[in-house]
């Protein structure tokens, strides 16, 4: 990943405390992964911002280098990569995405 996709990455992390890279936007997901982290986020009342990687190939790449995550979407929360959708799920049915969101 080159420096500049990295530190555009970290710019976005650090101006947001819930930031979700994902294929997309909120109001038209373009895959069913990024929508379910949509609806997850919205049915918590996050206050969230997102990053649509299909229209920069380079971070869509970057994300994934940088998280060590191999799909999209990925959710951070204070700069800490939590997970994908499948995480996303299982942490709001057990109640713990709604305490890290506090």
């Known amino acids: 990943m080159?420096?500049?996709?990295?530190?555009?990455?970290?710019?976005?992390l650090s101006q947001n405390k819930v930031f979700l890279f994902m294929k997309g936007n909120p109001q038209f997901p373009q895959c069913g992964f990024s929508a379910r982290a949509i609806a997850i986020l919205q049915n918590l009342g996050a206050q969230f911002e997102t990053f649509n990687v299909l229209e920069n190939p380079e971070i869509r790449e970057g994300i994934k280098e940088y998280g060590s995550w191999?799909?999209?979407?990925?959710?951070?929360?204070?700069?800490?990569l939590i997970g994908g959708s499948d995480i996303m799920m299982e942490m709001y049915e057990n109640g713990e995405l709604k305490k890290i969101l506090g």
Do not use: A, F, G, S
Not at 2 to 12: G, S
């Open 70 to 80: 191999p799909t999209i979407p990925q959710l951070y929360i204070n700069k800490e």
């Open 2 to 12: 080159n420096p500049q996709t990295k530190e555009q990455i970290e710019k976005m």
